[in-house]
């Protein structure tokens, strides 16, 4: 989507692109969390769709509005309240007046498939729908309020006010720069975002919330039974032994995230592996060291024919190319930052090179 004329926005840019950023999660004109919402998305679609050239890139509406179902279905889940005693269990408020639209429809959908996104979006129809009225209700709010802080006329820095294209195929055009930004300060944005949100979602719930301090993990966590359902097929694949450590599982299977879910939040398939507790406890937030990022890419080469029947079977978002173009990402990152990896235990390592070309082989 970008042509060889572009180059990367200069720090000054960059810095301005973080501020206005900042400026639009602490004083946009908004009622409810879909700015919050919608900067996530942007940040997240860039990641998967853009590169770092610095061009603009096309982003479709329709994705931005998959993208908001999936970061609100969790959140419409029944608030764990302790006691309550109403026949309706609390869902969290994410609006000073009426509950917002989005969050009305995705409530409804919910009600019918509980914690299972992932069958939902294995009925075509339904989903289909789903996706289609959220994407309607985002061009009138908050697409092109976003920008707009204060009495001032909208910034339009991050994309211009105006669809490209109709119907389901319209996309807004991310200016020359932005994919880039949203790329390099991915975690950056997400954590300003999250805390901006869980800040909102506390002013608007206080009896429900109180001094609880587990909402941002209840907002933000992975979708626990999306992990649940590869466990058992993921770990017959690995012939019952740990991805890291390779020895034998027995009963503490943990399901992982290869690129760990910290830095980036989303559930693909083949971004999954199982192994030992232990060992996912010491990886934590890190990636890992090159002979796992080799193992990885074997492994999805091997079973390029099973792993998508497994996904399929388990109604698991997956995408191969989607998988290595974010594993691509991450690892520029900790290149770009000279971090370190993990190989075992407590064994940080600097990034050694030669990582491109197993992600482009795998
Ligand atoms: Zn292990």
């Not at 698991?316 to 991450?330: H, Q």
Request: proline letters at 5%.
């Amino acid at each position: 989507m970008s042509t060889a004329a572009h180059s990367p926005p200069d720090a000054a840019r960059q810095i301005q692109f973080l501020r206005k950023v900042q400026r639009i999660l602490e004083e946009g004109h908004f009622t409810a969390t879909y700015k919050f919402a919608l900067v996530h998305a942007l940040a997240d679609l860039a990641v998967q769709y853009g590169d770092d050239s610095g061009g603009p890139l096309h982003l479709p509406v329709r994705a931005i509005a998959e993208r908001f179902v999936e970061l609100y279905w969790r959140q419409v889940a029944p608030w764990p309240a302790i006691e309550m005693g109403t026949a309706r269990p609390p869902v969290l408020a994410q609006n000073t007046g009426r509950q917002a639209a989005v969050v009305r429809m995705v409530r409804e959908a919910r009600s019918d498939f509980g914690d299972r996104l992932d069958r939902l979006r294995a009925r075509d129809g339904e989903w289909e729908a789903l996706a289609t009225s959220v994407d309607q209700t985002i061009r009138k709010m908050p697409l092109f309020k976003l920008q707009k802080v204060g009495r001032e006329p909208a910034d339009e820095f991050l994309y211009p006010h105006r669809l490209k294209g109709r119907g389901a195929d319209a996309t807004i055009e991310l200016r020359p720069g932005i994919a880039f930004c949203f790329r390099t300060f991915h975690p950056l944005v997400l954590d300003l975002v999250r805390g901006s949100w869980i800040r909102f979602i506390r002013k608007l719930n206080p009896e429900l919330l109180g001094e609880r301090t587990d909402l941002g993990e209840f907002l933000f966590g992975a979708q626990r039974s999306t992990l649940e359902a590869v466990r058992v097929p993921l770990a017959d694949l690995q012939d019952g032994s740990c991805f890291y450590c390779h020895r034998e599982l027995g009963r503490q299977v943990h399901v992982d995230h290869f690129i760990p879910w910290s830095r980036y939040p989303v559930d693909l398939g083949h971004n999954f592996v199982v192994a030992h507790d232990r060992c996912n406890s010491a990886k934590s937030d890190h990636l890992s060291a090159l002979r796992h990022l080799e193992n990885w890419g074997l492994r999805n080469e091997k079973y390029s024919y099973e792993l998508p029947r497994i996904f399929r079977e388990t109604g698991t978002a997956n995408d191969i190319s989607l998988s290595r173009g974010i594993t691509r990402w991450a690892y520029r990152q900790v290149e770009d930052r000279k971090g370190l990896v993990w190989v075992k235990g407590r064994q940080l390592i600097p990034l050694e090179s030669g990582w491109e070309e197993l992600i482009d082989a795998a």
